[in-house]
């Protein structure tokens, strides 16, 4: 094989059965869909016009058109391989156009595939199909959607708000709703009422094991009542029943994409983003199937054994592969969505823990252990419970052990704590080594987790499994998000709200949600890609007429969410407020005190970047945390004191991990 070309774009050629072939990598889309260069103006151009204007395809990257042209002048035969799904079709079908310009003669193929091993792609190759043009116009039809409502609506938010330029504000058919639902779920936390309640327990000991039981009726209302519970226990306590109970735990079904971040996001505590960039990334080198599936059920196809035989090789995880290797037939668990595209997420092949991140390894394995627990049996617990009399006073203690491990031996991030207790039997007698008694309030709804908010955009119907980390990722780089779990920003609020009260349609699930119907039944050929689109742009043209009947109001809404955001914290000296400012002379920002001049307190900030406040302060320094986003890199967190040890710390750190790396590719 020889490899021409520059690197951006390199063109690998070779002869295989006697044809000359030439193989040339593209990365996203080639081409886009846009507005000509006369609504470019946003000042000039009021949002409703562009529904009027031509959607054109122009390049990505003008030299990746350029060369795919030139290569394409002279081929006989071209075989489209992007990503079998509806974006990669329509990639797929975007380059065939392109080169039709400058070679109509050239016969098109499609291969497609779902895992990057010599097997799967020669089968590929071998057996090629045609471009699925349904599909392609599916995908049309969506980016030209998604044109239309995304440059529409952020135009006028950011212009009623006066939000220009590198500040603009973003609004999207998938985004906003998204957003909403995070902003509503802040509002159920922020007006939950709390109702007291009180708890009554007992630390109890049998023959030198401690374990702790809880009053049978749970909370108490009254105090006055817990008081009185709590006051007739006694020095000892009479067994009066026990019971014993096995249960199954079935095993999990296979990875599509939804789960498979959910579950990264609650075992690693890692963004979704994050999770999804690092699979795409051992897709592409051969260690995992493709990554953006909705699939949950493995095809009679998938050679369930040779996978594991593959992984058996591995040092790390290749003994689990030859224990399962011994069971005599393997039969996988079935998820409930079923869809002949790809299969579900699956190891394709073995990896060395040496050769990976930190974060690729935990990624790999959970792929792969995931792998191994659908062909697993179930778990077998077993739940005790244990019924005590005190004073008068019921009392029960539960326990639960896992007597078989099945499925959570290879796959233990679900695994909950053995809570064992003592054998006893009824009538005997145990010790009251402590009572106790609680004052507790009822809790509001918990935040949305990432991994808790990409399951209900699901649920939703609110975007596809190749773009909802995207878009949680988009509301995190805009300001709009903050933390893990997800909290709106002051601005994000504003945004929201605006939206919520003068154009619902745009905020709430359901037109997104039909949208994705919609583009479905392009695929399938029942409905035009114009006839969609067409339909989507009446649907905007009465949004921005209700939102431009309110424009003034929305503005000043919007902008007093971006005043509440510049606020970020409290002074540590005086108690006053830390607001961002600017330096008269230099115009440099920086963070000052609202006492001043009675309280001097200054901090320097990043120059570039959107500062957000998070709501916390430093453990070490006692200042506030902020939060800088910058475009292009991941946001970062930092406290304002320059002299904090947490920064002389993360300097050691970062210095450690150079000098190791120095080390490393010496």
């Not at 067994?239 to 959910?262: A, D, G, Y």
């Amino acid at each position: 094989m020889k490899a021409e070309g520059d690197k951006a774009m390199p063109v690998y050629s070779f002869t295989l059965d006697g044809e000359q072939i030439k193989c040339v990598g593209v990365r996203g889309h080639v081409l886009r869909a846009d507005f000509p260069e006369e609504y470019k103006r946003w000042e000039r151009v009021e949002p409703k016009e562009l529904l009027g204007a031509d959607i054109v395809k122009v390049p990505t990257e003008k030299a990746v058109v350029t060369k795919l042209k030139r290569l394409a002048k002279t081929a006989d035969r071209v075989i489209i391989a992007t990503d079998y799904d509806r974006e990669g079709e329509l990639i797929g079908y975007d380059i065939s156009s392109l080169i039709k310009e400058v070679n109509p003669n050239a016969n098109f193929a499609r291969a497609r595939f779902s895992a990057l091993t010599e097997s799967v792609i020669r089968e590929a190759f071998q057996n090629p199909s045609e471009l699925a043009e349904g599909l392609a116009k599916a995908g049309e039809a969506r980016q030209n959607i998604d044109l239309l409502w995304g440059a529409a609506l952020t135009r006028f938010i950011s212009l009623a708000s006066r939000r220009l330029g590198q500040k603009f504000l973003s609004v999207g058919r998938v985004q906003s709703p998204t957003l909403a639902l995070i902003v509503e779920r802040e509002k159920e936390i922020n007006e939950f009422v709390p109702e007291d309640y009180w708890t009554v327990g007992a630390l109890l000991e049998v023959k030198g094991r401690e374990f702790s039981a809880q009053h049978k009726k749970g909370r108490f209302s009254s105090e006055k009542e817990a008081l009185a519970s709590f006051s007739n226990i006694s020095t000892s306590a009479k067994v009066t029943s026990v019971t014993q109970k096995e249960r199954l735990l079935e095993p999990p079904s296979p990875f599509n994409t939804t789960s498979f971040l959910s579950a990264a996001s609650a075992a690693f505590k890692m963004s979704s983003a994050k999770a999804m960039d690092i699979a795409e990334s051992l897709y592409s080198r051969g260690y995992i199937s493709y990554p953006r599936v909705d699939n949950t059920v493995y095809p009679d196809s998938l050679d369930l054994r040779g996978v594991c035989e593959a992984i058996s090789q591995a040092e790390v995880l290749g003994e689990l592969a030859r224990e399962l290797l011994r069971k005599p037939k393997l039969l996988p668990t079935k998820g409930k969505k079923f869809s002949t595209d790809h299969p579900p997420i699956y190891p394709t092949g073995p990896a060395k823990k040496s050769e990976l991140t930190s974060s690729e390894w935990k990624i790999y394995e959970l792929v792969v252990r995931r792998f191994f627990a659908t062909l697993a049996g179930p778990a077998k617990v077993l739940s005790t419970i244990l019924d005590f009399e005190s004073g008068g006073e019921e009392l029960r203690a539960r326990g639960q052990v896992v007597v078989e491990g099945g499925y959570l031996h290879y796959y233990p991030y679900t695994r909950r704590k053995d809570e064992e207790l003592p054998p006893c039997e009824k009538g005997m007698t145990v010790r009251v080594v402590d009572k106790k008694i609680e004052a507790k309030q009822t809790q509001p709804p918990p935040r949305y987790s990432e991994g808790k908010l990409i399951e209900k955009m699901e649920e939703l119907g609110l975007g596809t499994k190749a773009t909802r980390h995207a878009i949680i990722q988009n509301l995190r780089e805009r300001g709009y998000i903050l933390s893990d779990p997800v909290k709106p920003t002051s601005m994000g609020v504003a945004v929201a709200d605006a939206l919520t009260k003068n154009a619902t349609l745009v905020a709430t699930p359901d037109m997104t949600a039909q949208l994705e119907r919609d583009m479905d039944d392009v695929a399938k050929g029942k409905i035009s890609l114009e006839g969609v689109v067409g339909e989507s742009k009446e649907v905007l043209a009465e949004i921005l007429d209700q939102l431009s009947a309110r424009r003034e109001q929305i503005g000043e809404e919007i902008r007093a969410g971006v005043r509440g955001d510049l606020c970020l914290g409290s002074c540590p000296s005086c108690g006053g407020e830390l607001s961002i400012k600017r330096a008269r002379a230099s115009g440099k920002r920086f963070v000052g005190c609202s006492n001043y001049p009675e309280c001097k307190v200054t901090f320097p900030l990043p120059q570039k970047g959107g500062i957000l406040a998070t709501g916390e302060v430093c453990s070490l320094c006692g200042t506030p945390k902020i939060k800088v986003l910058k475009s292009g890199s991941r946001p970062w967190e930092l406290c304002l004191d320059p002299d904090c040890e947490s920064k002389k710390r993360q300097e050691v750190s970062t210095a450690s991990r150079g000098k190791k790396g120095t080390g490393k590719s010496a």
